[in-house]
Every structure is written in structure tokens, then in C-alpha cells.
């Protein structure tokens, strides 16, 4: 059925490989069949259109409340969405799957697809949907052969055919838009450091904004390494202030149509971050409903 569905909804170009689609349509089978816990995340969003045009796939379509969180991140690069996943993926107990830390895996364990990746990267261009959903693919079968369920997606979808294709497979819940104002953003992604040892990320830029026009003031502490780090700093190649610039602008003209994709579907949710992780992590919660959760979790 999901393989059917992918039939229909696939757009005129081809997949490159057949196979590697038909991996990622029986992982995804795979992941959303075994959940078998469930959290209702309560989010109050129109829930009318969930199911999409797609909805000859029963088996794979659940209510919302009755399986696990099946969720996307969206965010310009440098907007700290992996911190915030990695967060609530730790919080809720669903893998964080970020295809970021896929596309670097593969690049630093010199994998088939590196060299490919490396030229992309270097240059501040998108990874093609077919790498993407290659690596994806196999995160998503190791992930159900371990027995995780649920998921929170990081950097996918990140074009409207991405999209199409998830949504032929599988059922998104919610899709968190994560927002900073750009002056910050930019900041934030030139102060980028790299441990060149332990990899560990960190970021130099002390970032604080006074409040104009009504808005409130901004304060972005820099996230400064321990020591044993600190004199092996690196900034990676593609974190130039032109590449960085372009990065962002590609991102926005492509990141459009992905947005008003499930905003359309009543899925999408704004959020605007109103500082660092101190004051944003809070109302985030609050907006997902999950102030409680927190609390429990925190006590247990
Ligand atoms: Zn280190």
C-alpha cells in the first residue's frame, strides 16, 4: 500500500535508485508500526486535514493521540533546531534523527557518497533529495532494528518533493517552525567552533540585542568549550559570512513552499525563539503542551 501511494504521489523525476526508495519506505513501514506507547503531545492545532491526500493507507495512519510522536523540525541552519530536538527527542524518548549528523558521518567515515558530499558541502549547496533520502533510509532501518518507534526529523524535508515523498508513507503529527531574527542568526552561525578532537560543538558569538519598536531585548550567552577543548577550536570550511549568507537564502526560498506545504495541512507550528536556550526551552514546552511532561520527568 505505502509503496502504491509512493507510486502516485511521485513527481516526474525519478528517484535515482528504486531500491534505495523501496528501503525507505519499509523502514518507515517498519518504524511507525512497532510504536506501541503513546504520548499525546495536545498541541492545539486544526487537526482537519490530517492524512493528507494519501489516505489509502490505513495501516500506516493512526490517530494522533494512539502512537508516538512523529515529529519535524524546520529551521534556518544555525537557528539551534538540533539542540531543541535533541532535547525534546531525549525528553519523549524518540529518536532524533538530524540529517546533518548523517551527512557528516558519512563524510568523516569516508563513506560511498563522501567525496560527492564533500564538493556540496565545501560549496554551501544543498545535499541532493537522493543522498539524503540514501542516508536517511539507512538511519531509519538501523533505528527499527533496535526497536525505537516514533521519531523527531531534523533538516528533512527541506524541499516540497521531500515532502511529498513523507507524506506517501508515513503520517507527520507536527511540524515545529523554529525562528530567530536574522541579524541574530547570522551572528550565531559565524560564531560556530568545532573541537577538532572530540568534535564537540560551541559557539564564541556573545549575542545581545536591545529591544526596539516594542520588541523585547535579546541576550545569546556564547556556548564557551571546557579547556580541554579550548585551544582545539576549528570553524568548519562552509561557515564563511558569504557562504553563510547564501546558505540562509537558499534555505528561505526553499524552506517556503515546505512551510506553506503543512501549514495548508493545519500542522504547522510557528515559534519564534526569544533568546537563548534558558528563556526559549520554557515556552517552547508551553507551546507544545508539555510543561507537565518536563516536570515528570525531571522528578522521576
Ligand atoms: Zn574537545
Same mark, same amino acid.
Given at each position: 500500500?505505502?509503496?502504491?501511494?509512493y507510486q502516485?504521489?511521485?513527481?516526474?523525476?525519478?528517484?535515482? %535508485?528504486?531500491k534505495?526508495? %523501496?528501503?525507505?519506505l519499509?523502514s518507515?513501514?517498519?518504524?511507525t508500526?512497532? %510504536?506501541?506507547? &503513546?504520548?499525546?503531545?495536545?498541541?492545539?492545532?486544526?487537526?482537519a &486535514?490530517?492524512?493528507g491526500?494519501?489516505? &489509502?493507507?490505513?495501516?500506516?495512519?493512526?490517530?494522533?493521540?494512539?502512537?508516538?510522536?512523529?515529529?519535524?523540525? *524546520?529551521?534556518?541552519?544555525?537557528?539551534?533546531?538540533?539542540?531543541?530536538? &535533541?532535547r525534546?527527542?531525549?525528553?519523549?524518548?524518540?529518536?532524533?534523527?538530524a540529517?546533518?549528523?548523517?551527512?557528516?558521518?558519512?563524510?568523516s567515515?569516508?563513506g560511498?557518497l563522501?567525496?560527492?558530499?564533500?564538493?556540496v558541502?565545501?560549496q554551501?549547496? *544543498?545535499?541532493s533529495?537522493?543522498?539524503i533520502?540514501?542516508?536517511?533510509?539507512?538511519?531509519?532501518?538501523?533505528?527499527?532494528?533496535?526497536?525505537?518507534?516514533?521519531?523527531?526529523?531534523?533538516?528533512f524535508p527541506?524541499?516540497?518533493?521531500?515532502?511529498?515523498?513523507?507524506?506517501g508513507?508515513?503520517?507527520?503529527?507536527?511540524?515545529?517552525?523554529? $525562528?530567530?531574527?536574522?541579524?541574530?542568526?547570522?551572528?550565531?552561525?559565524?560564531?560556530?567552533?568545532?573541537c577538532?578532537?572530540c568534535?564537540?560543538?560551541?559557539?564564541?558569538?556573545?549575542? #545581545?540585542?536591545?529591544?526596539? #519598536?516594542?520588541?523585547p531585548?535579546?541576550?545569546?550567552?556564547?556556548?564557551?568549550?571546557?579547556p580541554?577543548c579550548?585551544?582545539?577550536?576549528?570553524?568548519?570550511? #562552509?561557515?564563511?559570512?558569504?557562504?553563510?549568507?547564501?546558505?540562509?537564502?537558499?534555505y528561505?526560498?526553499?524552506?517556503?513552499?515546505?512551510?506553506?506545504?503543512?501549514?495548508?495541512?493545519?500542522?504547522l507550528?510557528?515559534?519564534?525563539?526569544?533568546?537563548?536556550?534558558?528563556e526559549?526551552?520554557p $515556552?517552547?514546552l508551553?507551546?507544545?503542551?508539555?510543561?507537565?511532561? #518536563?516536570?515528570?520527568?525531571?522528578?522521576?
Amino acid at each position: 500500500m505505502a509503496a502504491l501511494s509512493y507510486q502516485v504521489l511521485r513527481p516526474a523525476r525519478a528517484l535515482s %535508485s528504486p531500491k534505495l526508495s %523501496s528501503s525507505l519506505l519499509f523502514s518507515i513501514r517498519l518504524l511507525t508500526s512497532s %510504536s506501541s506507547s &503513546s504520548i499525546g503531545s495536545g498541541v492545539d492545532l486544526q487537526a482537519a &486535514s490530517f492524512g493528507g491526500p494519501s489516505q &489509502s493507507v490505513p495501516p500506516l495512519r493512526r490517530e494522533p493521540n494512539q502512537r508516538n510522536v512523529q515529529w519535524v523540525f *524546520l529551521g534556518c541552519p544555525g537557528v539551534g533546531k538540533g539542540t531543541y530536538a &535533541s532535547r525534546l527527542s531525549n525528553l519523549l524518548g524518540v529518536p532524533h534523527i538530524a540529517t546533518g549528523d548523517l551527512v557528516r558521518e558519512e563524510l568523516s567515515s569516508s563513506g560511498p557518497l563522501a567525496p560527492e558530499l564533500a564538493e556540496v558541502v565545501n560549496q554551501g549547496k *544543498l545535499v541532493s533529495d537522493e543522498i539524503i533520502i540514501n542516508l536517511l533510509s539507512n538511519r531509519l532501518q538501523a533505528s527499527a532494528a533496535k526497536g525505537e518507534s516514533g521519531f523527531i526529523l531534523d533538516g528533512f524535508p527541506r524541499t516540497i518533493r521531500q515532502a511529498e515523498i513523507l507524506e506517501g508513507v508515513t503520517d507527520i503529527d507536527l511540524v515545529i517552525n523554529l $525562528k530567530l531574527r536574522e541579524d541574530a542568526l547570522l551572528a550565531k552561525c559565524l560564531g560556530r567552533r568545532l573541537c577538532s578532537e572530540c568534535g564537540g560543538n560551541y559557539n564564541i558569538a556573545s549575542i #545581545d540585542i536591545k529591544g526596539e #519598536d516594542g520588541n523585547p531585548d535579546m541576550y545569546m550567552p556564547p556556548l564557551l568549550p571546557p579547556p580541554h577543548c579550548a585551544s582545539k577550536l576549528i570553524t568548519r570550511a #562552509d561557515d564563511t559570512e558569504v557562504v553563510v549568507k547564501e546558505r540562509l537564502r537558499v534555505y528561505n526560498e526553499m524552506s517556503r513552499p515546505v512551510e506553506e506545504f503543512y501549514r495548508s495541512r493545519g500542522k504547522l507550528l510557528e515559534f519564534d525563539l526569544p533568546g537563548g536556550i534558558p528563556e526559549s526551552w520554557p $515556552k517552547l514546552l508551553q507551546a507544545l503542551n508539555l510543561e507537565d511532561h #518536563d516536570k515528570q520527568s525531571a522528578a522521576a
